[in-house]
């Protein structure tokens, strides 16, 4: 299987930063399309920012201005940079990568407490 591996997550406060790394192997990594996704418990997986082949970002709206996705082809990683995080930000955050086939890591943990 082709592997995506998430870094990153971990414990911080509110109003607090984190960033969050996908890196991934086996891929031609600039002809996919990339995303962050994130599951809180009890709650259905949402998308969280995606960053296309051609570099056009989208982001859900309670994450706009403070979350900033981007992508290194050379290293073949995608980024979240995460900004003045809240308590609801507090979610298992997926990276995935999509073209005529679809991948997903394993997710990283993001908690957002005081």
């Known amino acids: 299987q082709v592997p995506l591996v998430e870094s990153g997550g971990g414990l911080v406060q509110p109003g607090g930063s984190l960033r969050l790394s996908c890196t991934a192997s086996?891929?031609?990594?600039?002809?996919?399309?990339m995303g962050w996704y994130r599951q809180a418990p009890e709650k259905q997986r949402e998308m969280v920012a995606t960053?296309?082949?051609?570099?056009?970002?989208n982001y859900t709206d309670s994450v706009k201005g403070r979350f900033f996705i981007s992508r290194d082809n050379v290293a073949k990683t995608l980024y979240l940079e995460m900004n003045s995080l809240k308590p609801e930000d507090t979610a298992v955050y997926y990276c995935?990568?999509?073209?005529?086939?679809?991948?997903w890591g394993q997710g990283t943990q993001v908690t957002v407490s005081s």
């Open positions: 086996g891929i031609t990594f600039p002809i996919y399309n």
């Open positions: 995935n990568a999509r073209r005529t086939d679809e991948f």
């Open positions: 960053i296309s082949i051609a570099r056009i970002t």
